[in-house]
């Protein structure tokens, strides 16, 4: 990606603020993470983890601050930054009346892919989920919707992944099929920042992970440096944070 | 990159039922309207025959046949009236349609997050708009076509150039409400909002500004007759005639279909002082509403989880 180097962090970020009628809902965050990384960003429902990825992805603009998604500013370079991201919303339902085939051929061209029909083969091949190619959206049940979706975040394969909830729903063998796809999209060295309250996804599935409590970043720090935290741990770490935060 | 939204916009109203059904239902009445006309044609000539028959056995002279002093177009004089009712609010629907049925799947945040300006995606639904509405009444203009081509009349080709500026305004007309409503869908949202909002927007130009210009039974004001008479001899209606008359757009369609068609009663002045101006300017205004409203529409997908 021209104006980029390989060196610059797949996410950075320097007092992100937002705020809007008096009320703060981020509060200045600054953090930084590496290309490759997985990162689980933790909090409580209304902590600010969707009104964050919304910024990073330029669905917002920030009130201060700045923040660089793959070397690119949100402010001064959001089309940058808007060619070289995928995202995942927590419900995305997509063309009901479409078949996979058809929703995912026009986020294709929309994303400016070169040659859309082989990029969707490609997409459905790696999410195994060819046999819904011709089906209707419509029918299909929050699991199979959330593959599809996730179909149409990587279809112009995109330097970061932004995905918001993405086990939001899915029964176990749905949260198992996609920690497989994501273990499968970071050994392709895609960055991805996941929004979860899952415990048990960012113990399993990230490298590094952020914890937020109402709009502030509490902790921050690569799974390696938890060695010996299992799923209870991090939950006594979590609610630790939070609670410490909220006092 | 409208073009691509305008085509993936147009394909998903193709499959609306709503749509599919609203466009069923104009057709068909403006075949109705046809073949209105079409029968009193047949009447008035059948009774004329009859006339002639006894006229000539009693000697007396033959007067001409009135249908002849008829403008060949006075046949369809009911296709304005079936515009100004199903096309625009079927205009209504589709601007709904536009905003709404990305906002239901939840592909705003995905559009938003792609590197494509929100100018251009709201080019893009503006642009599937005039094409819908341009279809609508492409439909209307082939089942007046037909009508025409069977009816004991004659069509000159000026005649011809009549229909086709006739469906131009009605193309005009149907697709300022639908910009007007595809502004409303991206400021509103919800489908109940969006529709209530432009439904009565279209009950105030249709039935409370004629009312208040002139014509004291509201309804008048779309029946292509009873609407081109003048403003009762009142102060008040002549005051609100003037200060009314240029942004009472249906009034102003009336007149200009009339004069199209070939129907308008000799000496009847527009309400407004240029009424292809008050249209032109409504259509200005609401291209740049639908455009403004699109262009900076909430794209998140809604309230953070």
């Not at chain 1, 299909?140 to 919707?145: I, L, T, V």
């Not at chain 2, 909002?193 to 009950?203: D, H, M």
């Not at chain 2, 029946?223 to 200060?243: E, Q």
Request: some cysteine; aromatic content about 6%.
């Amino acid at each position: 990606m021209p104006g980029t180097r390989p060196t610059d962090p797949a996410i950075a970020t320097q007092g992100l603020t937002l705020s809007y009628g008096g009320h703060t809902a981020l509060h200045p965050l600054t953090l930084e993470i590496p290309r490759g990384e997985v990162f689980g960003f933790l909090g409580h429902n209304g902590a600010g983890k969707t009104t964050t990825i919304r910024l990073l992805t330029t669905l917002l603009s920030p009130s201060d601050g700045t923040a660089q998604v793959a070397g690119h500013d949100v402010n001064t370079e959001a089309m940058q930054v808007r060619a070289a991201i995928g995202y995942l919303p927590e419900n995305v339902r997509l063309y009901d009346r479409f078949t996979t085939r058809e929703n995912l051929t026009f986020f294709a061209r929309l994303s400016g892919v070169e040659d859309p029909a082989a990029q969707v083969d490609r997409s459905l091949r790696f999410l195994r989920i060819t046999e819904l190619a011709d089906r209707r959206v419509g029918t299909f049940s929050k699991g199979m919707r959330q593959r599809v979706g996730l179909a149409q975040a990587i279809l112009h394969d995109p330097q970061v992944l932004f995905l918001d909830e993405p086990t939001s729903g899915l029964d176990p063998m749905g949260v198992r099929a996609l920690r497989e796809i994501i273990d499968r999209l970071r050994d392709r060295g895609m960055t991805i920042f996941m929004n979860t309250h899952l415990l048990s996804e960012v113990a399993r599935s990230c490298t590094s992970i952020g914890v937020l409590a109402h709009g502030r970043l509490v902790f921050h720090d690569r799974i390696s440096a938890l060695d010996g935290y299992d799923e209870r741990a991090l939950e006594e770490l979590y609610v630790g944070v939070a609670q410490e935060d909220a006092a | 990159m409208s073009t691509l939204i305008a085509k993936q916009a147009l394909r998903g109203l193709a499959r609306d039922r709503g749509v599919a059904l609203l466009a069923a239902i104009l057709a068909v009445m403006v075949a109705v309207s046809a073949f209105l006309g079409w029968s009193a044609t047949q009447t008035v000539n059948a009774i004329y025959a009859q006339a002639v028959g006894w006229l000539t056995a009693q000697g007396a002279p033959v007067p001409p046949n009135p249908l002849h002093e008829m403008p060949p177009l006075a046949s369809l004089r009911n296709l304005p009236v079936y515009v100004s009712f199903l096309g625009a609010f079927a205009a209504i629907v589709i601007g709904q349609a536009l905003v709404e049925t990305d906002r239901r799947a939840g592909v705003l945040p995905l559009i938003g997050t792609r590197a494509v300006t929100a100018a251009t995606v709201a080019k893009g639904r503006m642009l599937a708009l005039t094409v819908a509405t341009g279809a609508l009444m492409s439909v209307a203009g082939l089942v007046s076509i037909l009508a025409l081509l069977t009816l004991p009349i004659q069509m000159g080709l000026a005649d011809w150039f009549s229909l086709a500026a006739a469906l131009a305004l009605g193309w005009l007309y149907m697709t300022i409400f639908g910009l007007l409503s595809l502004g409303l869908a991206a400021r509103l949202p919800g489908t109940a909002a969006g529709l209530l909002a432009g439904t009565v927007a279209w009950l105030a130009i249709t039935f409370v500004l004629p009312a208040l210009t002139g014509n004291v039974n509201p309804t008048a004001a779309i029946n292509p007759v009873s609407a081109l008479a003048s403003v009762p001899d009142m102060p008040v209606f002549h005051w609100l005639s003037r200060l009314l008359g240029p942004v009472s757009l249906s009034e102003a369609f009336g007149w200009l279909e009339a004069r199209a068609m070939g129907y308008l009663p000799a000496g009847l002045a527009p309400r407004a002082p240029l009424p292809l101006l008050s249209l032109g300017l409504a259509f200005a205004a609401s291209a740049a509403f639908a455009l403004h409203a699109n262009a900076t529409l909430d794209q998140t997908g809604g309230p953070d989880a």
